[in-house]
């Protein structure tokens, strides 16, 4: 007798919520590089991914 278990694939974290802690190369080309967020799906340039965390140090900065 064999017992299956239902598994569910784990929560994806809501996009606007999600800090992109852990990203994946998806695509290249001459001039850009895609990556997509482990946690949420979310696919996007990674030159944006490095305006967020300005706008977010910056945002820490202005708390000071």
Known sequence: MTTSKSTQPPQKTSPD????PQVQIVSRDEDSEYVECKECGEVFESSELKD???EET???????
Do not use: A, P, T
């Open 52 to 54: 967020m965390v300005i």
């Open 58 to 64: 910056k945002g820490l900065n202005e708390d000071v």
């Open 17 to 20: 919520r999600c800090k992109h």
